[in-house]
């Protein structure tokens, strides 16, 4: 088992920036590669923001995203942050952080195997 906590996540304006946290924990974490954020707007589906690989620090986001967000980890690696900048009323969502336990599919939620409960973000105008 992992266990994800989230945190960071509050009520911005248009413009501002914000850093998410995400603790990792549990007898199943040293398996973990891939440590990632998705969002969830209302109304719309879950989407892929961005991932790390935690072996290799090699990043990948996803293109809406880009240039505005930054992820990255702690030295220990059991921390993963996402920095996000100039944020905009559409970046409001709730944040989930999650692990999996291979570097493929980043973008598709079924590639990972664990999930913390969100962290709500919102940007208003």
């Known amino acids: 088992q992992v266990q994800l906590v989230e945190s960071g996540g509050g009520l911005v304006q248009a413009g501002d920036n914000l850093r998410l946290s995400c603790a990792a924990s549990g007898r199943s974490f040293s398996s973990t590669i891939a440590m990632g954020w998705f969002r969830q707007a209302p109304g719309k589906e879950r989407e892929f923001v961005a991932a790390?690989?935690?072996?290799?620090?090699?990043?990948h986001y996803a293109d809406s995203v880009k240039d505005q967000f930054t992820i990255a980890t702690d030295i220990p690696k059991t921390k993963v942050y996402l920095h996000m900048n100039s944020l905009k009323p559409e970046d409001t969502a709730v944040y989930y952080c999650?692990?999996?336990?291979?570097?493929?599919?980043?973008?598709?939620?079924?590639?990972?195997?664990?999930w913390g409960q969100g962290t709500q973000v919102t940007v208003s105008p």
């Open positions: 999650a692990t999996g336990r291979r570097w493929s599919l980043l973008e598709q939620a079924g590639a990972y195997d664990y």
């Open positions: 790390i690989n935690r072996n290799d620090g090699v990043e």
